[in-house]
């Protein structure tokens, strides 16, 4: 595999637009080429992360958004893995681009919702689920995280208060970056008063449906050696790893671990040749609180049934020993979740280059992204380096 | 994966014949229908005994494709559950209701609806269940 870095990075909004998928993508897309310092005549292929532009009525995304670059020729194909998306075709790239077969791609996520009322989203998400077996059953997405916060609770003794920290750091990290969904401090108290949607999950445990659009220029070294430009300082993608689970969350061994997580970590730390100390920082996929517990467990970063804790001592702060979601995470954030995953890539690229303002983790040099798919159907690690 | 299957067919070269969805193969049709008639329609393999309440061509255990239907009581117990008060379209005047999942005694886990759950208090971890027959969406249970 050759080596493939991240070149540049580009971001909307995210949460409720007036836009539809193409022009947040294109928005997305043309930061990400300028990031790079790049003509859009160097992207050869792309990728686009979508899960719903069919509510849209429009498929076929990837030419539509080669088009508006002006690059009607370079070939563009959507991938869908639920809200694994994003991580999927930052994948999809990296093997491309590892592999020989072009020197720099377009990654870009995107997903536009807020045309749907609550009901009719809900439903679209639950789609995401094993939807004869689970969905049509009566599952909501936040009622399949809903069964598994009471299992993890059940097994481990998590209370609703633990789970309720992470929102408030989530939107406390969120107030520092101008691009989040929601800005709004909110405390314990807010979160276990705010309306009950799953139990034991409530309104401000869940990620709001979100617009947006997050892009990434992916490029080989030999690019890099061939444009001049230099090898140091570079966001370079040091582990990729990918695995996948049952669709159904019910056909799981344990209900208190997403399988495809473990997999998916083990996978990315064995290729970095790194291990769950060397991170200085990640961006999990906590589209409720409980996920971001089990996400920190699932890679090794604290033992099972401890995560609540390290949350409420404050470890997983900004300024802690192992800042967790300083973008303010799928919870606050937003997540719109065709873009998800690559916009973990983009606060990456900022955090790693010293650029992202007040919610700037300070001397970190190696980043992890983990997103999930559905309820671990399928999920992505990437492991990033300053070089 | 593919590679072994290529193999085959330069040896045999022809497509395989088997395979195809058979009577006696639990569709979403049957299993569906069995829901309506109080009975819950799974997969035993032929080879390992695995019993599963899927849609499945091979055995997640042993990777046999001999698969047979087996009809399953439908009495469990709860292994976890969420207690609904938003939910998709078809259940949007039902709740709040408890969604569960509910490992049954022949083994096999599936999932359900119960109605009228309001309260972690009305249904503890482990509470005893039975599949009811009804004409609402999905798979109804009810505590024994």
């Keep these: ?387 | 994966m593919l590679g072994g299957c290529f193999l085959k067919l330069a040896e045999s070269a022809k497509v395989e014949e088997r395979g195809a969805l058979t009577e006696g193969q639990v569709t979403i049709k049957s299993f569906q229908e069995g829901i309506r008639e109080g009975v819950i329609r799974g997969y035993l393999c032929s080879k390992c005994g695995a019993k599963y309440v899927d849609i499945l061509a091979f055995c997640p255990v042993c990777h046999s494709s001999d698969l047979k239907e087996t009809d399953l009581r439908g009495e469990g117990k709860v292994l976890t559950y969420t207690i609904q008060f938003v939910a998709p379209e078809q259940f949007m005047n039902e709740v709040p209701y408890a969604w569960v999942i509910v490992e049954l005694d022949e083994g096999p886990k599936i999932t359900g609806w119960i109605p009228f759950v309001r309260s972690p208090s009305d249904l503890p971890i482990g509470q005893r269940v039975r599949l009811r027959k009804s004409y609402l969406p999905g798979v109804v249970f009810e505590k024994i």
């Design chain 1, 1 to 387: 595999m050759r080596r493939v870095y991240v070149l540049g990075a580009g971001i909307t909004k995210y949460g409720k637009s007036p836009f539809s998928a193409r022009e947040l993508a294109l928005e997305a897309s043309r930061k990400a080429i300028l990031s790079a310092q790049l003509s859009p005549s160097e992207i050869q292929a792309g990728f686009v992360a979508n899960a719903f532009s069919l509510s849209e009525k429009q498929g076929h995304l990837g030419p539509i958004v080669m088009s508006g670059l002006g690059i009607p020729d370079a070939p563009a194909s959507t991938i869908e893995s639920a809200c694994a998306s994003g991580a999927s075709a930052v994948r999809e790239a990296w093997i491309n681009i590892g592999a020989g077969i072009y020197d720099c791609m377009l990654v870009v996520g995107v997903e536009k919702v807020s045309q749907l009322d609550t009901i009719t989203a809900t439903t679209y998400f639950s789609f995401g689920s094993d939807y004869i077996f689970e969905g049509a059953c009566g599952a909501s997405f936040p009622g399949l995280y809903g069964a598994l916060a009471r299992a993890h609770m059940t097994k481990y003794g998590t209370t609703e208060l633990q789970l309720a920290n992470v929102a408030v750091k989530n939107h406390e990290n969120a107030l520092l970056n101008p691009n989040a969904h929601l800005h709004k401090k909110i405390s314990v108290e807010d979160v276990l008063h705010s309306p009950v949607v799953a139990s034991p999950l409530k309104l401000f445990d869940s990620c709001p449906f979100s617009d947006g659009a997050a892009a990434a220029v992916l490029c080989s070294e030999d690019y890099l050696r061939l444009k001049g430009r230099t090898l140091s300082e570079k966001i370079l993608i040091r582990g990729s790893g990918r695995a996948g689970g049952t669709g159904a969350l019910h056909q799981r061994k344990d209900l208190t671990t997403l399988g495809a997580a473990v997999l998916a970590g083990r996978e990315a730390f064995n290729r970095a040749g790194l291990s769950y100390k060397d991170i200085d920082f990640a961006e999990v996929h906590d589209c409720f609180t409980i996920a971001e517990l089990v996400a920190e467990e699932d890679l090794g970063f604290f033992p099972r049934g401890d995560a609540a804790k390290m949350t409420e001592q404050g470890v997983t702060k900004i300024g802690g020993d192992l800042p967790i979601n300083p973008s303010g995470g799928l919870k606050a954030k937003g997540h719109p979740v065709g873009a998800t995953g690559v916009g973990q890539v983009v606060e990456i690229f900022e955090q790693l280059n010293g650029i992202a303002g007040e919610r700037q983790v300070k001397d970190s040099r190696i980043g992890l992204t983990h997103n999930v798919g559905a309820t671990g159907g399928s999920c992505g690690v990437h492991i990033f380096e300053l070089t």
